[in-house]
């Protein structure tokens, strides 16, 4: 099978409107950026998104925020995106907050095969409201289900052409969960190696669960909130 694309826009031509997409990245480190832009110039709609943040204004997730492509967001840490503040206020989009240890959790129970788990985490906040609740050694735990997706769009360092998988540093977070719990996986990598490149025991993501992949070009990896200390 071969899972090598020539560009990020053949890697997503067949998602459709309607459609579950997991991205990857944490903050705006580790985001699929080439996937991403090609999304958004397809057009698709009606999306649902899970990723742990929605970008800023115009990049990463934000960018399909404000091409009004996305119909529901489902994640743990929104407070850097206005556009999304007024399109939940507004009525155009639905939002589902998820304590960040339970998203990655969900998500690794899907690509698992788990379809639910019981966890302590927001016992009697809003979070729980609606879920099933049990008592367990005298503490109460809420059953969270697990979450899948129709597509993952992910973000590694290097990859072959069989899709193993290496991630480097804070980019390793959430992708490799998000690799094993979609239909189908488009991984965008930095490094397109030969096959035997990779050290066995470097391989993150086995290829197994990779079906697509293509070597990103024109990374600008942002920084989402720039600190700096005077001297």
């Not at 950026?33 to 800023?56: D, F, H, P, Q, Y």
């Not at 095969?113 to 809420?142: C, H, L, M, Q, S």
């Not at 998000?178 to 050290?199: C, K, S, W």
Request: net charge positive; hydrophobic share 40%; charged share 25%.
């Amino acid at each position: 099978m071969e899972k090598v694309f020539p560009d990020a826009a053949s890697a997503v031509a067949d998602i459709g409107d309607g459609a579950t997409i997991l991205i990857g990245g944490f903050g705006l480190c580790g985001t699929p950026e080439n996937l991403i832009r090609a999304l958004a110039a397809k057009g698709s709609r009606n999306l649902t998104i899970i990723s742990n943040n929605a970008g800023v204004d115009g990049f990463g997730v934000g960018l399909l925020l404000n091409r009004g492509q996305i119909r529901r967001q489902i994640g743990t840490y929104m407070g850097e995106n206005r556009v999304l503040e007024q399109m939940l206020f507004g009525g155009e989009i639905e939002l589902e907050l998820v304590p960040q240890g339970t998203f990655i959790e969900r998500i690794r129970a899907g690509g698992a095969g788990i379809p639910a788990f019981f966890t302590p985490t927001a016992v009697g906040t809003v979070v729980a409201e609606n879920k099933e609740t049990r008592i367990f050694e005298g503490r109460a735990y809420v059953m969270e289900r697990a979450l899948r997706a129709d597509f993952a769009l992910i973000k590694a360092w290097e990859g072959d052409r069989w899709g193993n998988l290496t991630y480097r540093k804070t980019a390793r977070n959430f992708n490799p969960e998000m690799a094993t719990a979609a239909r189908i996986t488009i991984a965008e990598v930095e490094h397109l190696v030969p096959l035997g490149r990779l050290d066995p025991d470097a391989v993150h993501t086995p290829g197994v669960y990779v079906h697509r992949i293509i070597e990103g070009r024109s990374y600008e990896k942002r920084i989402e909130r720039r600190t700096v200390r005077r001297a």
